[in-house]
């Protein structure tokens, strides 16, 4: 399971931080994606392999592992009224089973 | 550019089944592996199940184990889920959903459709 905050809100050209933590086996055995959904819309990848970005993803995007809290995190830096949206975080387990975070809605103020 | 598109949901009696597509063009499907994802109203998103790019690999989720069925057909680019025995907290929007390792499963998601509403009620 991961648990991620339900909500985080900042203003416009600010940064925010989501956690996503593990509740079992470490979060650094498999890598972490983020994904971004928008209203109506599915989700697109936004961070991959812990804090690789895709091509067309801006940099204000970055992603970090840190193994001493079981945790990942993504990082918005520059906050834009377009970036408002639910965050998940995602992995997979020993079972081959993949997983998905709580979710987490960001709104810009 | 990617294109998966899903067909086949509905509106289901609880214990029947339902069949889902997924027509999957722009890229060479027998490469990658394919995943369902699904997400409740108003809801989450729950991992349902992935394929391996030659059908050989399965996994599903614990919550649909031994009623839901992943399968392809290369030929035809086309992903399929058999849902039987279907419940009410399988309503969902079904996403097909590519996976980002070309040959391997990764289990990151790269592509998706638009998704299939399905929906279980008397």
């Known amino acids: 399971m991961l648990t991620q905050p339900h909500s985080v809100s900042e203003s416009p050209g600010k940064t925010v931080t989501i956690s996503c933590t593990g509740s079992?086996?470490?979060?650094?055995?498999?890598?972490v994606q983020w994904y971004q959904q928008r209203p109506g819309s599915a989700p697109t990848i936004v961070i991959y392999e812990d804090n690789q970005r895709p091509s067309g993803v801006p940099d204000r995007f970055s992603g970090s592992i840190d193994s001493s809290s079981n945790s990942a995190s993504l990082t918005i830096s520059g906050l834009k009224t377009e970036d408002e949206a639910e965050y998940y975080c995602?992995?997979?387990?020993?079972?081959?089973?993949?997983?998905f975070g709580t979710g987490t809605r960001v709104t810009v103020l | 550019q990617v294109q998966l598109v899903e067909s086949g949901g509905g509106v289901v009696q609880p214990g029947r089944s339902l069949r889902l597509s997924c027509e999957a063009s722009g890229f060479s499907f027998s490469d990658y592996a394919m995943h369902w994802v699904r997400q409740a109203p108003g809801k989450g998103l729950e991992w349902v199940a992935v394929i391996s790019f030659d059908g050989r690999h399965k996994y599903d989720a614990d919550s649909v184990q031994g009623r839901f069925t992943v399968s392809r057909d290369n030929s035809k680019n086309t992903l399929f889920l058999q849902m039987n025995n279907l419940r009410a907290e399988d309503t969902a929007l079904y996403y097909c959903?590519?996976?980002w390792g070309e040959g391997g499963i990764d289990f990151s998601f790269d592509s998706w459709g638009q998704g299939a509403l399905v929906t279980v009620s008397s």
């Open positions: 079992s086996g470490s979060i650094a055995s498999n890598f």
């Open positions: 959903v590519r996976d």
């Open positions: 995602q992995s997979y387990d020993s079972t081959n089973q993949g997983v």
